[in-house]
């Protein structure tokens, strides 16, 4: 006896259930007679008869009757379950995780984050502060969010902002007892806050460029973070210098509680994208969340 197909067997149980051709025909949206010859073919496969027909009735047969109890249930839990899958592609749900460096977090996700989530009560974010370059396939995230020059070629990446530069900046009272820097070496003088990306990694040295002429100082002082904002706070407090996106210094530049120095020496980088691995068919609430966030210009 050669399997059934699906279709043929819920082509049966509709028959069976309305015990009318007529009336499953029109809820399969088929005609009675293409119905009537995808019974008969399921019952030579089957090698038994499944319904008995006058010319005024259908009904099951004893063996229609017990294929119908055994089958039903199931069908009908597979009609739920395709269902729910359609309610998840017009409501978006799940859990989405992201792992970023908190300045990522602090300019990209939060501004966006009440708003997605308000949107789409039965998706879930989770944000892992991270300034290493973690591998989102063995860690199990759906994502991370890093410069754009830093991704690696098979991840897809989405740009999630434009291209920024690094500021040096200081408190006021910190120049008045300082000499503004005049060009990068100038900064082995002064006090920096330095930031270590990871735990056993060195000091990120601070990039420079004009000119085509490009530095890498390295800089010292007494307080190191693996957060760009905890070296943003310290500078307020007036730590030290540290050199922080633009972004991060804007607002307090612009209120004077901190000044830039050499900003014509300060590089552009390719801006924040959201990168995650190639996949056939991403989730509905991962869709909506890239949508939610990427960088419309």
Same mark, same amino acid.
């Given at each position: 006896?050669?399997?059934?197909?699906?279709?043929?067997?819920?082509?049966?149980?509709?028959?069976?259930?309305?015990?009318?051709?007529?009336?499953?025909?029109?809820?399969?949206?088929?005609?009675?007679?293409?119905?009537?010859?995808?019974?008969?073919?399921?019952?030579?496969?089957?090698?038994v008869r499944l319904l008995a027909r006058t010319t005024r009735n259908v009904a099951p047969t004893e063996a229609g009757e017990k294929l119908m109890n055994a089958i039903g249930p199931l069908l009908d839990q597979i009609t739920t379950e395709v269902a729910v899958l359609g309610e998840m592609r017009d409501k978006p749900a799940g859990t989405i995780r992201?792992?970023?460096?908190?300045?990522? /977090?602090?300019?990209?996700?939060?501004?966006?984050?009440?708003?997605?989530?308000?949107?789409?009560?039965?998706?879930?974010?989770?944000?892992?502060?991270? =300034?290493?370059?973690?591998?989102?396939?063995?860690?199990?995230?759906?994502?991370?969010?890093?410069? %754009?020059?830093?991704?690696?070629?098979?991840?897809?990446?989405?740009?999630?902002?434009?291209? #920024?530069? +690094?500021? *040096?900046?200081?408190?006021?009272?910190? &120049?008045?007892?300082?000499?503004?820097?005049?060009?990068?070496?100038?900064?082995?003088?002064?006090?920096?806050?330095?930031?270590? @990306?990871?735990?056993?990694?060195?000091? =990120?040295? #601070?990039?420079?460029?004009?000119? %085509?002429?490009? +530095?890498?100082?390295? *800089?010292?002082?007494?307080?190191?973070?693996?957060?760009?904002? @905890?070296?943003?706070? /310290?500078?307020?407090?007036? *730590? %030290?210098?540290? =050199?922080?996106?633009?972004?991060?210094?804007?607002?307090? +530049?612009?209120?004077?509680?901190?000044?830039?120095?050499?900003?014509? #020496?300060?590089?552009? &980088?390719?801006?924040?994208?959201? =990168?995650?691995?190639?996949?056939?068919?991403?989730?509905?609430?991962?869709?909506? &969340?890239?949508?939610?966030?990427?960088?419309?210009?």
């Amino acid at each position: 006896m050669s399997t059934p197909r699906l279709n043929d067997l819920q082509a049966f149980l509709a028959v069976a259930r309305d015990q009318s051709f007529t009336r499953a025909a029109v809820k399969l949206g088929v005609t009675a007679s293409a119905l009537s010859h995808t019974i008969r073919g399921l019952e030579e496969k089957m090698g038994v008869r499944l319904l008995a027909r006058t010319t005024r009735n259908v009904a099951p047969t004893e063996a229609g009757e017990k294929l119908m109890n055994a089958i039903g249930p199931l069908l009908d839990q597979i009609t739920t379950e395709v269902a729910v899958l359609g309610e998840m592609r017009d409501k978006p749900a799940g859990t989405i995780r992201v792992t970023c460096s908190d300045d990522a /977090a602090e300019n990209i996700i939060r501004p966006k984050l009440t708003g997605f989530l308000a949107q789409y009560p039965d998706i879930h974010v989770e944000v892992c502060i991270d =300034y290493g370059f973690t591998n989102i396939v063995s860690e199990r995230f759906d994502a991370g969010i890093r410069l %754009g020059e830093s991704i690696s070629k098979d991840m897809i990446a989405v740009r999630l902002g434009p291209d #920024w530069r +690094l500021s *040096v900046v200081g408190t006021p009272e910190y &120049f008045e007892k300082h000499p503004a820097p005049q060009q990068p070496q100038d900064l082995t003088q002064h006090t920096c806050i330095n930031i270590r @990306h990871s735990p056993n990694g060195n000091c =990120y040295a #601070w990039e420079f460029e004009k000119d %085509g002429r490009k +530095l890498n100082t390295r *800089v010292s002082g007494q307080f190191t973070s693996n957060s760009m904002i @905890h070296v943003l706070n /310290a500078a307020l407090d007036g *730590v %030290g210098l540290a =050199y922080v996106p633009d972004f991060l210094a804007e607002p307090h +530049l612009a209120s004077g509680r901190l000044k830039e120095v050499l900003a014509d #020496w300060s590089p552009y &980088f390719e801006g924040f994208h959201l =990168y995650y691995p190639n996949r056939r068919q991403a989730s509905p609430a991962f869709t909506a &969340f890239v949508d939610a966030i990427r960088y419309r210009g």
